[in-house]
């Protein structure tokens, strides 16, 4: 029987060699997608069975860059394997290129440490779809110019940063958040559950959803329909001032504020609800929460 102390020590001198082997591992594969529809990045399968202790952060970079390839890059750092833990194997299907992401060795025993980052580079000039099936690995979408993007993450968070799109279409997984700035998509679906939606100077017609999860949006601009809703959570818009546009609001327990002037109301225009309109306009905000506040509030200039 190994004597306490001793095993101390031999522990304290693993953790003090860790540093001394780590290995950067670096992989590039290049894809022609000029006569491709839809890139699909399948992470259904990058996930690991942990026995022991096993902390390996992966992260997921999605952006444009001006050569003609797709790029996908994988960059690791780990201790005492030599191979990327990160295979890659790609199918097409008419039209579709599909990125199957998985480790190497998804059983993991004993000590491991390390971090993987996975970067997908999309050509400039390709503004095609780019899909993000079961992602499993929190994911930065960055300066990326395509016709659609379309996600459903697993139990990770998503953050869209200084892009432009058609249309989103985001499923997010049950603790799943969503945090965009400075982006631009001319239609927005969003479908919650327990994580927030926050997105700060965006545009574009949304239809937004959570059941406990909070939504907060800040507008750079607003123009045309936009809805939101939530089971549980709070509503917090903000929208320039002098923005022409109707409001139907609703709440079942909690009062409701705005400090949009509204004229012309119709029905009922109570705390808990409030429906009318600035003037004549084809903009409007529909939202409604059953146990949430709602604020629908301008931003000063």
Known sequence: MINRNVLFVMILELLLILPLCAADIQEEESYSIANMDKVIIDQSKLKAVAIGISIVPTKTLITSG??????????????????NPVKINTTQEGREL???MQYRNPLRFGISFGKIKIHVIVPESWLKDVELYNGRTETIVSNLRI??????????????????FESIDINLGSDSSLMAQGVHANAWTIMGKLGTVKAK???GAMNISTF???IDIDFATFQGMSEFSSTLGNINIKIPEQTEMALDLSSTLEKIKTDIPIMGSIGDNDDRHIKGTTGPTSNKITAHTGDGVIKILTKKS
């Open 98 to 100: 599909r990125i199957l």
């Open 201 to 203: 100077e965006v545009s």
């Open 66 to 83: 001006p050569q003609e390839s797709l790029l996908v890059k994988i960059e690791a750092q780990q201790f005492f394997r030599k191979s």
């Open 147 to 164: 016709a659609h993007f379309k996600a459903n993450p697993i139990l990770t968070d998503i953050d869209l940063q200084n892009s432009n």
């Open 212 to 214: 406990d999860g909070n």
